[in-house]
């Protein structure tokens, strides 16, 4: 039987997190080893495991049943658990199946936030584990990196993942279409409450230079500024502060406001009318709204970042299904790769592309020759090219005869033999022979 | 003769290219297209500075009487203070009113009839690099700040406004960038514009021995004077900076235009561009 790709997985779509943590595989390390040990039906493997979902990626000559009996009982094994659980909550792909799942995964179209990028970055160490454990063979091989390559792809000719979705996000990049890079910039989080510190948290990572922190609690305020490598007040002296910061997000727990337009006004001037944003998370708000009127100074609350979150996860879902067609695209050329990798195929296409490089070669040399050469001359030279064709290739394919006829090693060596004549069209760098040509 | 039309056909040619492409590029989220656009319109500027040098070299100078030649000249001021923006603030999205601009007063250049203008020998060469080139300058770093005032206004709405970033708008650069352009614009500009006034003065002393003619063309330029000088004036005391110096910057470069436009084309002035 030729070799198959199966996908056995849990996600957030079909288990819940309890069950998901019960089922994680993510403390064991040499976990695919164990999957192909034995001479049994699993010949490579990938387990991929994050919060959201737990997936064994495996290629197997076997039917689907021999290889799910022995996935899901080491799976159940590892854990602990009871092998009949984990069989009513995963979902099976196979072949093709399969490989629209990994590609959809890896692009994470598959994930609880479209188009979030982390996905990619657990998959590649996934695939590192499995490298380490060597139980990524030839298949999986070309599949992760194919699978790399579509996440790529999607990234640069879609927009499923250029916004921001989730609130802190959107307040960073409102903050840079403000001030550009954050470099220079300083904010205040006034409260402590946890989506504040989280936006104050993006902002940091986003570059920016110093954060204070204003708490009624003077603690709470050390704390966090501590925790920021920053500047700590209390809230009496907050308003004294505000000139010295460009971003201010709010999240106390006043029952009426505590900065309005008129206190920005002079603020603003102290600042010589160098623009300020506003984040006001609380509820109720901290900030009058009428601070948005004045020139330079942008405020937005928690219901206005809501809804640029909205709307771009909206425009996430629109990209999502010209994605889709790229997944399919690079599946289906996937599909095509693995057909190849069958002995006839490879000898065929072997012999075609020698056919079409002497065919080449045989214009030139006949162009060469000038338009007065006889016909006998020109029979010669097709002939010295079809047979120098078939017996430079004869040997190449006596031996991957030869391999193939040995067990586990035909792959290998049908792979290699599409790589060594670039069988499969790949682009190789225009700077390859660079160093040779110098020579 | 012959061989110059096709050189300012190709130029044209090419900033045409840039600005549609630029224009396209943003339309379309596309960076690399961006990429071209500019490239495509450096090649434009490249060549339009090998034209004008020709036509001075061959010329022997006879062109700095020539109508044509000035119109072409302010184009290719425009494009040089673009492209120093470009390089100074990384400011690629200016190019949306930069290449346009240049085409529209390039293609202008070709399109009047060429005359000779009476340019008096006396001081022709301080005339030519003080009052022509300063002026000229002034005016590329005014377009300069109207694009970026243009964009500023535009962005400054839908940020205050929480309305839906457009996909051009998600490619703008920052508020911030576009305030640091206008502000290039009004500190280099306005000494630039005072040069320009002041040595066209002194010429006119020399000349006219009069400096001040009460020719329509020097009213107009005294009122965009004192608007600028007040503008600066606002700038470097930090009272404006963003929207208000963008709207200001906006009305100047409106005011300059139209002042080259109506005043040199369609007014009895020694300043007369006229056909």
């Known amino acids: 039987m030729e070799q198959r790709i199966y996908l056995f997985g849990l996600n957030h779509k079909t288990a819940d997190v309890e069950i998901r943590e019960k089922y994680a595989l993510s403390g064991f390390n040499p976990r695919e080893q164990a999957l192909i040990n034995s001479q049994g039906p699993v010949g490579e493997a990938l387990i991929l495991s994050t919060c959201n979902r737990v997936e064994v990626l495996c290629v197997g000559n076997h039917d689907r049943e021999e290889v799910q009996t022995r996935v899901l009982a080491t799976w159940s094994n590892y854990c602990g658990q009871s092998q009949d659980v984990l069989r009513d909550h995963i979902y099976v792909h196979e072949g093709q199946n399969a490989v629209h799942h990994l590609f959809s995964v890896a692009s994470s179209l598959d994930s609880m936030v479209l188009g979030e990028p982390q996905i990619l970055g657990q998959l590649k160490d996934a695939y590192r584990k499995a490298v380490k454990e060597k139980s990524a063979g030839v298949i999986v091989n070309r599949l992760l990196h194919k699978s790399f390559s579509a996440a790529k792809r999607i990234r640069t000719e879609t927009a499923v993942s250029s916004s921001a979705v989730s609130i802190s996000y959107a307040a960073v990049e409102l903050a840079k279409k403000i001030f550009g890079e954050l470099q220079d910039q300083s904010a205040m989080l006034i409260g402590a409450g946890e989506m504040a510190e989280l936006a104050a948290m993006h902002l940091l990572n986003s570059g920016l230079k110093t954060i204070m922190v204003a708490n009624r609690t003077p603690e709470r305020a050390r704390e966090l500024a501590d925790k920021f490598q920053g500047e700590s007040m209390c809230m009496e002296k907050m308003l004294d502060n505000l000139h010295r910061v460009d971003i201010v997000i709010s999240s106390t727990g006043a029952q009426s406001t505590i900065i309005n337009a008129s206190q920005i006004k002079n603020i603003l001037r102290q600042r010589r009318h160098r623009p300020m944003f506003f984040i006001d998370i609380a509820v109720p708000r901290d900030i009058d709204p009428d601070v948005n009127s004045l020139d330079s100074v942008y405020l937005y609350d928690i219901d206005d970042l809501r809804e640029v979150v909205e709307e771009n996860l909206a425009g996430r879902r629109e990209e999502a299904a010209r994605a889709m067609d790229i997944v399919k695209e690079e599946a289906d050329k996937f599909e095509q790769w693995l057909q190849s990798l069958d002995l006839s195929p490879t000898i065929v296409d072997m012999l075609n592309h020698g056919e079409s490089i002497a065919r080449k070669e045989l214009k030139k040399s006949l162009r060469s020759l000038g338009p007065d050469v006889d016909e006998q001359t020109r029979a010669a030279m097709e002939q010295l090219s079809q047979s120098l064709v078939k017996k430079l290739y004869h040997a190449p394919i006596v031996f991957l005869k030869r391999r193939s006829r040995e067990e586990g090693s035909a792959e290998k060596f049908i792979d290699l033999a599409r790589r060594f004549f670039n069988l499969d069209d790949e682009n190789i760098p225009p700077d390859t022979h660079q160093n040779r040509k110098r020579n | ?275």
């Open chain 2, 1 to 275: 003769m012959i061989s110059f039309r096709i050189l300012d056909f190709f130029i044209a040619l090419l900033y045409l290219t840039g600005a549609l492409s630029f224009l396209l590029g943003l339309i379309y989220s596309r960076k690399k297209t961006q990429d071209w656009a500019v490239i495509v319109t450096a090649a434009g500027f490249g060549l339009h500075t090998l034209d004008l040098v020709l036509k001075y070299a061959l010329g022997l100078g006879q062109v700095l009487t020539h109508n044509q030649f000035y119109i072409s000249l302010l184009a290719w001021c425009f494009l040089l203070c673009y492209f120093f923006v470009w390089w100074k603030l990384k400011l690629k999205f200016l190019s949306i009113t930069a290449a346009p601009l240049a085409l529209l007063i390039f293609t202008g250049s070709l399109a009047i009839s060429p005359t000779t203008l009476p340019v008096p020998g006396l001081l022709q060469g301080l005339w030519f690099s003080l009052h022509i080139g300063s002026l000229f300058m002034s005016m590329a770093l005014l377009a300069m700040a109207f694009g970026a005032g243009i964009s500023y206004l535009y962005l400054d709405r839908k940020i205050k406004t929480k309305t839906k970033l457009s996909s051009v708008s998600k490619d703008i650069p920052s508020l911030q960038s576009f305030d640091k352009a206008n502000h290039i614009a009004v500190i280099a500009g306005f000494p630039l514009y005072t040069v320009g006034v002041l040595s066209g003065f002194i010429w006119a002393a020399f000349t006219w021995k009069t400096i001040f003619t009460w020719d329509p063309k020097e009213i107009i330029t005294m009122v965009i004077w004192f608007v600028f000088a007040w503008l600066f004036h606002r700038r470097i005391s930090g009272a404006w900076r963003g929207k208000r110096t963008a709207q200001m910057a906006i009305i100047i470069f409106i005011l300059s235009l139209a002042s080259f436009v109506g005043i040199n084309f369609f007014t009895e002035t020694h300043h007369s561009l006229r056909p």
